[in-house]
């Protein structure tokens, strides 16, 4: 396991023991623990399941915020979305379920 | 056992749908609770590609593989929590990160449920019945 991996584990079970003790009412720390799981999200699923946990508690925290998000706070959450969406598409295709509507898919063959 | 890589994302899905009363009403929910929805989503979708990753299993596979069956259901699951999720983000952005309509809310929350019954399918929150 190199460096970065434990690193990220770290900040994960750092944030997400604090997060409860201190909340995210303000909207820039809820902006600011969206962006950093935006970073650190195509990571996660080769943590293993305390990671996994550990996130699931960080988003539950999140929900406590009770502000409107902020137009920075929207565009980490498109960014998140579209990396995730991204690599999801390159590995389904690559299995053999290629985009519907996408030209040029030929599943394993790429 | 070759499907218990996909039991962290037993522990995500339905991450969504554990929204507290607080911030959904019969008409409208948090812009909070709709961006943990999102995340939940995306980290659903994260381990999913992981998953998808994973070399085939065959007969003999004695390591962490990936079912074609599980991804077969799991794939188009996935692209329409995906088209969901674009109707929670698209909502937010109009409502300017207010308060958003709970229905592509529940609808999201619903495919997670699906997603999950899968996962129930293939005995993934009981690795051991190999």
Redo the contacts between chains.
Sequence with gaps: MDATIIAIQAALSLIASILPEFGVASSSA?GKV?AW?EGV??S???L??AA??D??SI??S??????????A??SS??A??AQ??A??E???T??G?PT?GATGATGASS | MKLAFLAPLALVIGLAGCAGSGGISSSTVNPNYASAALSAFALVQSTATAYLNLPPCTGASTSICRNQSAAAQIIPLIRSARAAAAQVDTALHVSNGGPIDVTPYNTLNGLVTLLQSVYANYSISSPKGN
């Design positions: 809820a969206i799981l999200m195509p996660i699923a080769s293993g399941q996994v946990a996130v699931q988003i539950a999140l929900q406590n915020s009770s502000a409107n998000l902020t137009a706070q929207l959450l498109d998140m979305l995730s969406n690599a999801f390159a590995a389904a690559a299995d379920f519907p």
